[in-house]
């Protein structure tokens, strides 16, 4: 397996992560890990384009950061914040 590979599935479940810690009551992990999927795909074919920055290997974290951000940003609007007093 490619170190890429490794350092993207990093980046993108750190990028879950960190939503989940800020912004705990909008929506569940699952969510926030698909739309970091989501930022970092988009942000790999906007660096295909040569709009990514530097590279490291054969990913581009500067452009994924910021796609990880755009894509969660998105996502913590879509999704309803949780009520309190449901279980």
Partial sequence: MS???????????????????????????VV??????????GAELVALGGHGGPSLGSVHPIADVVGIAIAEAGGLVLAAPRRLGRR
Avoid: E
Wanted: proline share 5%; net charge positive; glycine share 16%.
């Fill in 3 to 29: 170190p890429g590979i490794i350092l993207a599935v990093l980046i993108a479940a750190i990028g879950a992560q960190l939503t989940r810690l800020v912004f705990p009551g909008r929506g569940n992990y």
């Fill in 32 to 41: 926030a890990l698909v739309c970091a999927g989501v930022g970092l795909l």
